[in-house]
């Protein structure tokens, strides 16, 4: 039996590999066409992305022609180098360097060698095409920006890198891909679906016909449309009224969770990243490490959000029911928390109403020390006071469809078991959390989601920035609602207090009529450190809103760097940006040419110079001043000033 079975086995497997390998060679064609085959040429048919439109129908991204000149190593044979470069205007030497990278690549298969040719100079080449064997033309398409503004909304398109060819088999080396902004996050729904044509040649390698009859072609599919969150009348209006600034402005709208404006500035012109001279310019971009036009600073940086955070102060001790709205706290230029905590409100006893538009550091830090001690476990407490604030989306990525930002910091009983090792945690140590100082960082994006939940009065939807795909519905995480831990009704008398900062507090001096704006104003101060030393610079300023309060259509936070006060720029920018979203234009004129003409240069010249001035031939050595910059909003610990 033993020896019918073993001729038996190896019978029966080599009949299995030879048919297998009888079903790869002669039936099955897909290897055949995946491998090098230099009987088959591949050409592909690359589609239109697709057309991003903001939420009002305004055309934003459009497409515009562009060519290619592909290269297959292997096929080069006798061409005249010299008059080829003459022709591209390249030298010899780039000429080399282009066919070594695509011989490396595969001498085989078609690749890149120069990228985003204009039509002046595909119709040139075209003329000549033909005496340079190996050589050949491929049409692709680029972006064709329709508006000037909105660069950290959209990102770019730029060529696949090594990682990504290894990573996804989709892309072949030279293909385009999205990078930042909408066009990263949503590639696969803007990019398409490229076609392909199987070209059969000779021994004398010319093309004698589609293989196979074009059994195994296929056509290109379009990229989908999209259809932004965006109103583009107001991100304009915002851009403009962040010329000269530095800083972010991110609006939402409340009832969806819809981004209605994202700005960042200072920005750039997206067409800067589109052809030849895309390389070149994104290099200049990149290396500006002072003004940092590639950094959104609305999704990216992270700052204390100073007086602002006191609403979650005040939420949370309503709900905790350490205080009611006629709680009453004594102010005398600030109050002793075991250290001192000044304050400039003006009032000696304080409620929660007036606490709020006269934004009294007492008060709040009353308020923060009742709900700290109300447990015996201080641990608890922390945590406990954690969950709150985190309920609001702060301390936490948002899970925006945008590729980046930033998580922000909202302590809690393990960060501070490590700084106090294990002791019990006291209320007069942690204090500055209170007033948005202390260990917490937001970013303008939560602030705008923060604000976006008081006007819901205790719920948000997950900021996004894409309204609709073509035939396609939207992703069900952006429609469904997020309830914080505080109770509804304790919203109303809070919401009041911020009405009142425009009817008697510190943003009276910039009401609209017509528009009950619910606001807050908030400084951070500022510091930078230059080679082992700190310097004081210019403190920043901070607004966030609602409008209007009842109905809420658009809530807003809004970030200007080394600018003052929150009502000196912050908040009159913000008022502004309300007011052209609910009623199309602006009454408050005088606002709007002092905002418009306003420049913060010389504050941030004086930055440029505490940065350069011990390195005046900007050389390799100030790498560690620059890398400084980064936290001259967020180095040292901040102190709120009341506005």
């Given at each position: 039996m033993r020896k019918i079975a073993l001729p038996a086995v190896i019978i029966i497997t080599s009949v299995i590999f030879i048919m297998r390998i009888f079903y790869l060679q002669v039936i099955d064609d897909s290897l055949k066409l995946k491998s090098e085959n230099n009987a088959i040429k591949k050409i592909f048919d690359f589609p239109e992305r697709g057309y991003i439109y903001d939420r009002n129908g305004k055309l934003l991204v459009a497409n515009q022609p562009s060519y290619d000149i592909m290269v297959v190593p292997r096929e080069i044979k006798n061409i005249d180098t010299l008059e080829f470069c003459k022709l591209l205007h390249i030298s010899k030497a780039d000429f080399i360097r282009k066919v070594n990278k695509a011989r490396?690549?595969?001498?085989?298969?078609?690749?890149?060698?120069?990228?985003?040719?204009?039509?002046?100079?595909?119709?040139?080449?075209?003329?000549?095409?033909?005496?340079?064997?190996?050589?050949?033309?491929?049409?692709?398409?680029?972006?064709?920006?329709?508006?000037?503004?909105?660069?950290?909304?959209?990102?770019?398109?730029?060529?696949?890198?090594?990682?990504?060819?290894?990573?996804?088999?989709?892309?072949?080396?030279?293909?385009?891909?999205?990078?930042?902004?909408?066009?990263?996050?949503?590639?696969?729904?803007?990019?398409?679906?490229?076609?392909?044509?199987?070209?059969?040649?000779?021994?004398?390698?010319?093309?004698?016909?589609?293989?196979?009859?074009?059994?195994?072609?296929?056509?290109?599919?379009?990229?989908?449309?999209?259809?932004?969150?965006?109103?583009?009348?107001?991100?304009?209006?915002?851009?403009?009224?962040?010329?000269?600034?530095?800083?972010?402005?991110?609006?939402?709208?409340?009832?969806?969770?819809?981004?209605?404006?994202?700005?960042?500035?200072?920005?750039?012109?997206?067409?800067?990243?589109?052809?030849?001279?895309?390389?070149?310019?994104?290099?200049?971009?990149?290396?500006?490490?002072?003004?940092?036009?590639?950094?959104?600073?609305?999704?990216?940086?992270?700052?204390?959000?100073?007086?602002?955070?006191?609403?979650?102060?005040?939420?949370?001790?309503?709900?905790?029911?350490?205080?009611?709205?006629?709680?009453?706290?004594?102010?005398?230029?600030?109050?002793?928390?075991?250290?001192?905590?000044?304050?400039?409100?003006?009032?000696?006893?304080?409620?929660?109403?007036?606490?709020?538009?006269?934004?009294?550091?007492?008060?709040?830090?009353?308020?923060?020390?009742?709900?700290?001690?109300?447990?015996?476990?201080?641990?608890?407490?922390?945590?406990?006071?954690?969950?709150?604030?985190?309920?609001?989306?702060?301390?936490?990525?948002?899970?925006?469809?945008?590729?980046?930002?930033?998580?922000?910091?909202?302590?809690?009983?393990?960060?501070?078991?490590?700084?106090?090792?294990?002791?019990?945690?006291?209320?007069?140590?942690?204090?500055?959390?209170?007033?948005?100082?202390?260990?917490?960082?937001?970013?303008?994006?939560?602030?705008?989601?923060?604000?976006?939940?008081?006007?819901?009065?205790?719920?948000?939807?997950?900021?996004?920035?894409?309204?609709?795909?073509?035939?396609?519905?939207?992703?069900?995480?952006?429609?469904?609602?997020?309830y914080t831990t505080i109770d509804k009704r304790y919203f109303e008398p809070v919401i009041q207090g911020l009405e009142d900062v425009y009817n008697f507090g510190t943003a009276s001096g910039f009401r609209v009529e017509g528009i009950k704006i619910c606001g807050k104003t908030g400084t951070a101060e500022n510091k930078i450190r230059v080679r082992g030393k700190t310097y004081q610079l210019k403190d920043h300023s901070i607004f966030v809103a609602f409008a209007p309060r009842d109905n809420p259509k658009i809530a807003i936070a809004v970030f200007i760097e080394n600018s003052g006060y929150g009502a000196t720029w912050a908040g009159p920018i913000a008022t502004l940006m309300i007011e052209k979203y609910i009623n199309g234009k602006i009454s408050r004129t005088d606002l709007e040419e002092r905002m418009l003409k306003g420049s913060l240069a010389p504050e941030y010249n004086k930055i440029e110079n505490i940065i350069y001035q011990r390195f005046p031939d900007r050389s390799t050595t100030d790498d560690e001043a620059l890398s400084n910059v980064d936290s001259q909003v967020g180095e040292a610990k901040k102190e709120e000033e009341n506005d």
């Open positions: 490396v690549y595969s001498p085989m298969l078609p690749s890149v060698f120069l990228a985003q040719l204009n039509k002046a100079e595909y119709a040139a080449f075209q003329e000549k095409e033909r005496k340079f064997e190996g050589f050949y033309s491929q049409k692709r398409s680029l972006r064709d920006y329709q508006v000037k503004d909105g660069a950290n909304i959209f990102g770019f398109i730029t060529q696949v890198n090594d990682a990504i060819l290894e990573k996804n088999e989709y892309y072949n080396s030279g293909d385009l891909i999205g990078k930042q902004g909408v066009e990263q996050e949503y590639e696969e729904i803007l990019r398409g679906i490229k076609g392909v044509k199987y070209l059969l040649r000779d021994k004398h390698n010319k093309i004698i016909g589609p293989y196979k009859d074009g059994e195994f072609d296929t056509i290109s599919q379009q990229g989908k449309d999209l259809t932004l969150t965006i109103d583009h009348e107001i991100q304009k209006y915002g851009t403009d009224l962040m010329i000269n600034k530095r800083g972010g402005i991110v609006a939402i709208e409340p009832k969806t969770g819809e981004i209605l404006a994202l700005v960042s500035a200072p920005t750039f012109d997206p067409a800067m990243l589109v052809g030849r001279q895309r390389s070149k310019n994104y290099t200049a971009l990149y290396n500006d490490s002072i003004s940092k036009p590639l950094y959104d600073r609305g999704l990216q940086a992270t700052y204390p959000p100073g007086s602002p955070f006191k609403i979650i102060t005040g939420l949370i001790g309503l709900h905790e029911g350490v205080i009611d709205e006629q709680s009453v706290f004594y102010c005398n230029h600030g109050a002793n928390f075991g250290r001192f905590m000044g304050c400039h409100c003006g009032l000696h006893d304080l409620q929660l109403n007036n606490g709020i538009y006269k934004s009294c550091n007492s008060y709040f830090g009353n308020t923060y020390k009742r709900t700290i001690e109300k447990y015996k476990n201080s641990y608890y407490s922390v945590d406990n006071w954690s969950r709150h604030v985190k309920s609001f989306g702060l301390g936490q990525y948002l899970g925006t469809d945008m590729p980046i930002g930033a998580k922000g910091l909202v302590p809690t009983s393990k960060m501070y078991k490590k700084m106090y090792k294990g002791a019990p945690i006291r209320s007069s140590y942690i204090i500055s959390n209170a007033i948005g100082q202390g260990e917490i960082l937001t970013s303008p994006m939560q602030l705008a989601n923060m604000m976006a939940t008081v006007a819901n009065r205790g719920y948000y939807y997950t900021p996004h920035i894409v309204k609709n795909i073509k035939n396609q519905k939207l992703d069900k995480k952006f429609t469904t609602r997020h």
